[in-house]
């Protein structure tokens, strides 16, 4: 946790420091692990309740190990209307997990939002970081097939 600590000794003492720190340490491991959080609870001197509650509180933030890819579908209202629902069911049925799970393989997390803002474009996912749109299942499942 050395790389944590520089983190937590840069803020020490400073009010209003959680949540950069809490962005810093899964910037660090991808995540938050419940030791990390233990950790910064200690080093803080904050209620791990606190902790937990802020880290659950914000989408941001992430307690299960993730995907080394991200695969975001759109179900918002546009979306949902113009297929989400199919694209979603392709892509649970071509990575073998449910939406809002990673594959055994940490190789994909499939996430449902609602709005990702490009409802012009929908249906609308977001592949790490990169919005595609006009999206039908067949060029979904194509899209996560040729990640990694």
Same mark, same amino acid.
């Given at each position: ?39 910064? +609870? ?6 791990? +309740? ?67 803002? +490009?409802?012009?474009? +929908? ?26």
């Amino acid at each position: 946790m050395a790389a944590l600590d520089e983190v937590l000794d840069q803020y020490e003492g400073q009010e209003g420091a959680l949540i950069p720190v809490l962005q810093r340490a899964q910037a660090i491991y991808g995540y938050l692990p419940p030791e990390v959080l233990e950790h910064i +609870s200690d080093r803080l001197g904050t209620p791990l +309740s606190q902790i937990y509650g802020v880290a659950t509180f914000y989408a941001q933030f992430y307690l299960q190990k993730r995907g080394r890819h991200a695969v975001r579908v759109c179900d918002g209202t546009a979306c949902h209307v113009r297929g989400a629902g199919k694209i979603i069911t392709a892509l649970e049925k071509e990575l073998g997990v449910q939406a809002g799970e990673t594959t055994p393989d940490y190789r994909v997390t499939l996430e449902v939002v609602y709005c990702l803002g +490009s409802c012009g474009l +929908s249906p609308v996912a977001v592949i790490d970081e990169q919005v595609v749109g006009r999206l039908i299942p067949e060029k979904a499942v194509a899209l996560v097939r040729e990640l990694d």
